[in-house]
């Protein structure tokens, strides 16, 4: 398949096991955070979202975490499969007031050993 | 299948040329938005229209201009390439201004 990275973060992990992908973001304006999965060869799809008046925000296997204090945002996997080998980018709403812009961090690369 | 269609999926050509890469977004969907994705650089943002008129712009060259059309597919026009614009170049589609995008799979364009 193809690389979407040559130098990201990546982590391993075993099959079963639960998975945590960290992001710090950059700026303390920012309203809305979006995780997003690309497989290889595919586009970005859309995991979980989370607003900044929320600290958590769950959906099916995943959970997303925020810390406005430290601009973190983390993302949970429960029960990792191979399935969710990929690699995941955090991505933060830059653009303030009407505007809109996402702006994607580096990304992690997930490989999930059988 | 994210009901975005971009084409060509891949394109090769020269220093120089200039290409357009097109994209239709989901059906209903008002904004448009364009990404570069480098093995270097990430994913960065382009440019967004929102309902035919140009919403945000990000790091886009001078070089790049992109447009959407009154049925609201967008065209995205690279002139004068060089090789480092080679690249997968993504549209995403969203039915507002704000909220998740719904990304294509891309278009990857290699210049020699």
């Known amino acids: 398949g193809e690389s979407v990275g040559l130098h990201l973060p990546t982590l391993s992990v075993q099959e079963g096991d639960n998975s945590i992908i960290n992001c710090a973001y950059s700026n303390s304006a920012s309203d809305y955070f979006i995780w997003y999965k690309q497989e290889s060869g595919k586009g970005p799809q859309f995991i979980i979202d989370?607003?900044?008046?929320?600290d958590k925000r769950q959906g099916q296997r995943v959970t997303v975490l925020l810390n406005k204090t430290v601009k973190h945002l983390s993302l949970q996997i429960a029960a990792t499969q191979p399935g969710d080998s990929a690699v995941y980018f955090c991505a933060e709403n830059t653009g303030g007031g009407s505007n809109y812009k996402l702006t994607f961090g580096k990304g992690t690369l997930l490989t999930v050993n059988p | 299948d994210s009901g975005v269609t971009q084409t060509p999926k891949h394109l090769i050509t020269a220093t120089g040329q200039r290409v357009t890469l097109r994209c239709s977004p989901r059906s209903g969907d008002l904004s448009v938005y364009w990404y570069q994705q480098s093995l270097d650089q990430g994913l960065q943002f382009l440019i967004q229209y929102y309902n035919g008129e140009e919403r945000a712009k990000g790091n886009i060259l001078e070089r790049f201009s992109a447009q959407q059309f009154p049925d609201l597919h967008s065209e995205l026009n690279l002139s004068s390439l060089e090789l480092g614009d080679s690249a997968l170049y993504f549209c995403?589609?969203?039915?507002?201004?704000?909220?998740?995008?719904?990304f294509g799979e891309g278009s990857r364009l290699t210049v020699l």
């Open positions: 995403a589609s969203s039915p507002r201004v704000t909220g998740e995008l719904f």
């Open positions: 989370i607003r900044s008046n929320m």
